[in-house]
């Protein structure tokens, strides 16, 4: 599916000035986590280790069809709260992210834009279901973690605050001391939009692909970009 994204460059540029503090998803915005450990082998791991444990029942169908790890997650946390189940699926997810880590490719253009953002004052933060452990070893092995740190906000041991909970949001905003209206979020998942819009936080969609896009405009996402590249230019301008 081809991408046809159309922003008006004054309401781009209108978010942009706004933005007192930047939230950043990690997998997606700022690098394709998975590029080298593809998401749905990740998923399929997940499901055979709980298969392993005769635990197949754990999950519906439609979960282990979605082939999305952090679904996974989200469901066996809403399940079993706080079970020893949901703390090693999560250190094993954990485990999947740091080896993809290294492997991670880097969303074109974003690695200027993130060092263009803070050299003009703009503070930054990460707001994730990723392990934040995994975030600061890619961040830090761009020369990036001075950007953000220490606003990195990733999944915690309570697998029912992912997002689309907002909670990793605000937990950016009060760190940072911004108020919702002041702030933007560059995400590209359904749940991102879902959690910015929850938060009170101006929405920017970044859709890599087509599929992408069209999940974030069925969410309701109305400004979306296929690349990073327009961003980088009005800072730079």
């Known amino acids: 599916m081809s991408i046809t994204t159309e922003v008006d460059p004054y309401e781009l540029r209108s978010l942009i000035r706004r933005a007192r503090v930047v939230l950043w998803d990690f997998d997606g915005p700022i690098c394709r986590l998975f590029a080298g450990h593809s998401a749905e082998r990740v998923a399929h791991d997940l499901a055979s280790w709980l298969?392993?444990?005769?635990?197949?029942?754990?999950?519906?169908?439609?979960?282990?069809?979605?082939?999305?790890?952090?679904?996974?997650l989200r469901a066996v946390g809403h399940r079993y709260p706080g079970s020893d189940l949901a703390v090693?699926?999560?250190?094993?997810?954990?485990?999947?992210e740091l080896q993809a880590a290294t492997t991670a490719?880097?969303?074109?253009?974003?690695?200027?834009?993130?060092?263009?953002?803070?050299?003009?004052?703009?503070?930054?933060?990460?707001?994730?279901?990723?392990?934040?452990?995994?975030?600061?070893?890619?961040?830090?092995?761009?020369?990036?973690l001075p950007c953000f740190a220490p606003h990195?906000?990733?999944?915690?041991?309570?697998?029912?605050?992912?997002?689309?909970?907002?909670?990793?949001?605000?937990r950016?905003?009060?760190?940072?001391?911004?108020?919702?209206?002041?702030?933007?979020?560059i995400g590209d998942t359904p749940t991102d939009f879902l959690a910015a819009k929850k938060a009170g936080v101006p929405f920017l969609g970044y859709a890599r692909n087509g599929r992408t896009l069209a999940s974030l405009r069925d969410a309701g996402a109305e400004v979306v970009l296929s690349s990073l590249e327009p961003l980088l230019k009005l800072l730079r301008s």
């Not at 999560?90 to 999947?96: A, K, M, P, V, Y």
């Not at 953002?117 to 600061?136: C, D, F, K, M, Q």
């Open 51 to 72: 298969e392993g444990r005769g635990l197949q029942g754990v999950l519906t169908e439609a979960e282990r069809d979605s082939l999305d790890p952090h679904v996974m």
């Open 88 to 96: 090693e699926l999560e250190e094993r997810l954990t485990q999947l």
């Open 105 to 144: 490719m880097p969303t074109a253009y974003a690695d200027p834009l993130i060092r263009t953002w803070t050299a003009v004052g703009v503070r930054l933060a990460v707001a994730s279901n990723n392990s934040p452990r995994a975030i600061r070893q890619y961040l830090t092995s761009r020369g990036l």
């Open 152 to 170: 990195v906000y990733g999944r915690t041991g309570d697998l029912q605050l992912l997002k689309p909970d907002p909670h990793c949001l605000n």
């Open 172 to 185: 950016a905003l009060s760190a940072t001391g911004a108020a919702p209206s002041s702030a933007l979020m």
